[in-house]
Nanobody, 115 residues
Framework: QVQLVESGGGLVQAGGSLRLSCAAS????????MGWYRQLPGKQRELVAS???????NYGDYVKGRFTGSRDNAKTTVFLQMNRMNTEDTAIYYC?????????WGQGTQVTVAS
């Protein structure tokens, strides 16, 4: 099992920035990828950013150029730097970690962008 603990959510003004962190614990040695999804009200969960163990990144189209995913050197923490945020970024953001055939989820952190 892998446990994920998110931090850094909250309220931000449109045009502002926010940084999310997620620390993994447990059976972390076999994690292949970590990242972030988000769920807007009434919508399905969608990819925001993913970062592989060799630091390759992948982003949802709506955040490219604004958000940056990264991992620390120990590869146990994943970050999401969110810049130039807008009201459509308001959502619950979930940290995720993937092993072969298994995906683990954090509890989610609320991010609200005020106009």
């Amino acid at each position: 099992q892998v446990q994920l603990v998110e931090s850094g959510g909250g309220l931000v003004q449109a045009g502002g920035s926010l940084r999310l962190s997620c620390a993994a614990s447990g059976r972390i040695h076999s994690i292949t990828s970590m990242g972030w999804y988000r769920q807007l009200p009434g919508k399905q969960r969608e990819l925001v950013a993913s970062v592989t163990s060799d630091r390759r990144t992948n982003y949802g189209d709506y955040v490219k150029g604004r958000f940056t995913g990264s991992r620390d050197n120990a590869k146990t923490t994943v970050f999401l730097q969110m810049n130039r945020m807008n009201t459509e970024d308001t959502a619950i953001y979930y940290c995720t970690a993937e092993q072969v055939g298994i995906r683990f989820w954090g509890q989610g952190t609320q991010v609200t962008v005020a106009s």
